[in-house]
């Protein structure tokens, strides 16, 4: 239904204005006597023209120019409008008139000015009844006087922007149906006779309050040069004009007036001495340069004030901050530093260098170490440790250096990092969190790895009241999920990442991490919906060279735990870029080794084979810690049996089951990787298969439990145990906190199901898997013809009996039950042989 938006100013009653008309149309020749109060454009006149056409239809005279009046006069009603502009004579004369109660009397006013002699006329009239007070729309009103239906967007708009006042409703009204397109000049324009009839500290006043901020009563005194009193009756006078509400600020709509109307000289010096003031008395001046940013107002006599501006938007707005910090830099002001600060904290990652170097190459600059860990905690983010590391010990202050030494030994620089001496420096949250910061990556090497967690969980939580405006190369919340998702102690992971995330830590330089960080943990577990959910918060922009290194990586992750080859080819071909782009350092080892296994996946273990030697060497020089070491391992594992290269496997996990002493996690995946090696050889016990995949669950790995359970399922002659180890993988899939019914299996289970509970027929033949595969790949059903000898209908009548065979509605759903049936999926592997016994076997 279309709506009618009225132009013309008409009548909206509430109660007790009906009332009063009911009154004067029931008994017209009643001596009625009511006072009528309200701000400008409450609809003053309106009603006294609606009071004048009943008393007029009834034949009762009606005067508007009291001055006419005589004695001699008969009965009439005196209607007068803007009584409180009368002066003290005509007011005391029509005072006399009204106590020898001759005329009737409807007499309308402002609130403000209230001069004697008219507030002694309306103590008078009281005596007849309370005045009428009139009052704004509501949203209901709005609608009906605009003639549309009441809840309709043009009716919220419209109120939003007026505050109800009826003659602001009627300028907005030919625009309502257009809320997108903003309030356009043709309707400010209307608002210039409202302000020309000001004097010059109303419209100072209404300046002040367009900046929309709180303005106390001493503020503004001092602006206006005003006693408090006399600040008390310009604010009655400026709701007298209807364009300020009775909270003391503007409506929106007469907001923008009266910053586009007023001459901008007069703006100009109004804003600037306000913000003058509230900066010297320790205010917050944001609000108020905001207003000026968005009048173009600039300049060195502001210089001071956009800096205290830009440090009060560092910590929520640091985008803003870097802006303001530059209007200042261009007035003079020393911002440079503190610029570079909230560009790299708003991501602007190149705009924090370059400002960043700058402060470097300055000699005697005594920005020059903040510029320093500046310049290092970007190259952190953008995969260059080493450098960072280097930047940070040059930087010398007391976090620096524990910064440092994060770096040093995430590039296997133990040495170095052992060299590094902290200053003497202020016990701040940010010093006191580094230094736990790099305790527990040292604890991570050689010590216990609950000891490790435990110490960056106690940093994490250090940092988290203040660590919205602090710069971090790694935030400890990040390097405690990585611990966690090294010893399996996901729950504590989790539960990390969520407090840096609701105390947006680092801000938005480091949410994407925390937010990828949250998705590897779903993905690991199985969960790879939520995985992407998480994936997809990372947003559109460009992702620096770490945080894109986990992305691709837990985009290939998803899509190999899913079984869908497309999406692991199209998460390979960004994956290949990222690891280009990003050298191997301790904090990177997790997606490498999921890549490692997409590779294998893809046949392309040659594009990572360099990078994967590089991550071997690094944990050379520091020791191999088991704690980093026996994930890697668990991958290299995977991609060994899935790449068919048994001896290479072997070695994976041997190098397990020499870790297993270490930690629990190390224990559960050697016993997982044993079991797993025994299985492809065909030597299923379904017992050790059971504990083993049951481990894997403990220790986070919820969807390698599951397919454990599976694999074992489909390798052991015993029907049995192949049920009993069916049911312990769709248990362990389904147990997911949060993750639903066991119905809504993922692929580690459904593709073990499918092989084993489907109908003998109904399993594809080998020709048909050939073609399945191809299929699967893209080609086209000529080219699938020309690759196995035969012809392009033979394939289409081969896809035909899939179809069928699969009952598949469509080929969506034949390609969605093909891709679980091949690829990693144990019916696939089931068709091949055991593989060949170890030597010592």
């Known amino acids: 239904m279309s709506s009618r938006i009225v132009q013309a100013p008409r009548l909206v009653l509430d109660e007790p204005t009906a009332a009063l008309l009911d009154a004067a149309t029931a008994a017209p020749h009643a001596s009625l006597r009511v006072a009528i109060q309200a701000p400008g454009g409450y609809g003053k006149s309106l009603l006294l023209r609606e009071l004048t056409r009943i008393y007029r239809h009834a034949d009762v005279p009606v005067v508007d120019a009291w001055q006419d009046v005589s004695p001699q006069d008969g009965p009439f009603v005196l209607v007068l409008d803007d009584a409180h502009r009368l002066g003290d004579e005509r007011l005391r004369e029509l005072r006399a008139l009204v106590e020898a109660r001759r005329p009737g009397i409807v007499l309308a006013y ?71 397109a903003g309030v356009p000049p043709q309707v400010l324009v209307q608002f210039r006779a409202d302000l020309d009839d000001l004097d010059a500290e109303l419209r100072a ?9 709180e303005l106390p009563t001493d503020l ?27 909270d003391g600020r503007l409506v929106p709509v007469a907001r923008r007036a009266v910053a586009s109307l007023s001459p901008a000289a007069h703006r100009t010096a109004v804003w600037q001495r306000l913000a003058e003031l509230q900066l010297a008395r320790g205010g917050a001046v ?73 402060l470097v190459a300055a000699e005697g600059s005594p920005d020059r170490a903040v510029g320093a860990a500046v310049s290092g905690s970007a190259l952190a983010h953008r995969g260059q440790l080493g450098r960072s590391a280097e930047l940070y010990r040059w930087s010398g202050t007391t976090s620096s250096v524990s910064f440092a030494a994060i770096g040093f030994i995430g590039t296997g620089q133990l040495g170095r990092a052992d060299d590094l001496v902290p200053p003497d420096g202020p016990p701040t949250l940010l010093t006191g969190a580094a230094a736990l910061m790099a305790s527990g990556i040292r604890e991570s090497l050689t010590g216990s790895a609950t000891a490790a967690l435990s110490t960056l969980v106690q940093a994490a939580a250090l940092l988290e009241p203040a660590g919205r405006a602090v710069l971090l190369p790694d935030s400890p919340a990040a390097l405690a999920a990585l611990v966690a998702l090294h010893c ?30 949250q998705g590897w943990m779903q993905m690991v577990r199985g969960r790879t919906a939520a995985a992407a959910e998480h994936l997809a918060t990372a947003g559109t922009r460009p992702l620096e060279p770490r945080d894109l290194l986990f992305a691709t990586a837990l985009e290939a992750g998803i899509a190999r735990r899913n079984s869908d080859l497309a999406a692991l080819h199209r998460a390979w071909a960004q994956a290949r870029e990222a690891v280009m782009r990003h050298p191997v350092d301790l904090y990177s080892l997790l997606p490498l080794g999921e890549l490692a296994v997409a590779a294998a996946r893809l046949g392309e273990q040659s594009r990572i084979a360099t990078h994967l030697g590089e991550a071997w060497r690094l944990l050379d020089r520091i020791g191999r810690p088991p ?35 270490h930690s629990r996690y190390g224990a559960v995946v050697a016993a997982a990787a044993e079991s797993w090696l025994e299985t492809l050889r065909g030597a299923v016990d379904p017992a050790k298969v059971e504990a083993a995949a049951r481990g894997l669950h403990g220790a986070g790995l919820w969807w390698d ?38 119905t809504a299996a993922q692929p580690a289970v459904a593709q073990v199901t499918e092989a084993f509970t489907a109908p003998a027929e109904s399993l594809l033949s080998e020709r048909e898997q050939e073609v399945a595969d191809l299929v699967l790949d893209g080609l086209t059903y000529r080219q699938i013809g020309d690759r196995l000898f035969i012809s392009a209908k033979t394939v289409e009548h081969h896809v035909a009996r899939m179809r069928q065979r699969l009952g598949c509605a469509n080929r969506g759903d034949l390609l969605a039950k093909l891709r679980a049936m091949t690829a990693d999926r144990p019916g696939a592997a089931s068709r091949r042989a055991p593989w060949p016994r170890r030597p010592m076997d």
């Open 286 to 358: 944001l609000p108020l340069v905001r207003a000026l940013r968005e009048a173009g107002v600039s300049g060195g006599g502001l210089a001071a004030m956009f800096e205290a501006a830009a440090e009060e938007a560092l910590v929520d707005e640091p985008a803003l901050a870097a802006e303001l910090f530059a209007v200042a830099a261009s007035a003079g002001r020393p911002t440079d530093a503190r610029r570079a600060l909230a560009a790299a904290l708003s991501g602007d990652l190149d705009s924090g260098l370059r400002l960043a170097d700058r």
């Open 705 to 742: 439990g599951a397919r454990l359970a599976g694999q074992a399922a489909i390798r052991t002659s015993d029907r049995k145990a192949m049920t009993a180890l069916l049911d312990c993988a769709r248990l362990l899939q389904g147990s997911a906190r949060g993750g639903g019914s066991s």
């Open 627 to 661: 704690l980093w070491t026996a994930p890697l391992h668990w991958c290299g594992l995977h991609a060994a049996i899935i790449a068919e290269e048994p001896t290479t496997a072997d070695e994976h996990a041997a190098a397990l089951v020499a870790t297993a002493k």
């Open 110 to 180: 402002r609130p403000w000015p209230r001069p004697a002699a008219l507030a002694e006329l309306l103590e008078l009239l009281r005596l007849d009844g309370p005045p009428l007070v009139l009052s704004p729309f509501t949203v209901e009103q709005t609608a009906k006087h605009l003639g549309v239906e009441a809840g309709a967007t043009a009716a919220k708009y419209v109120f939003a922007q007026t505050g109800g006042v009826p003659r602001l409703v009627d300028r907005l009204a030919p625009v309502a149906e257009r809320p997108d």
């Open 488 to 517: 399996g102690e996901l729950d504590t992971g989790e539960a990390v990442l969520d407090r840096a995330i609701a105390a947006d830590v680092g801000a938005a330089l480091m949410s994407r991490r925390h937010r990828l960080l």
């Open 220 to 246: 503004l005194g001092a602006l206006l040069g005003r006693a408090p009193d006399a600040v008390d009756d310009l604010l009655d006078a400026a709701r007298a004009t209807g364009l300020l509400a009775p």
């Open 205 to 213: 006043l209404l300046l002040a309050a367009a900046t929309g901020v």
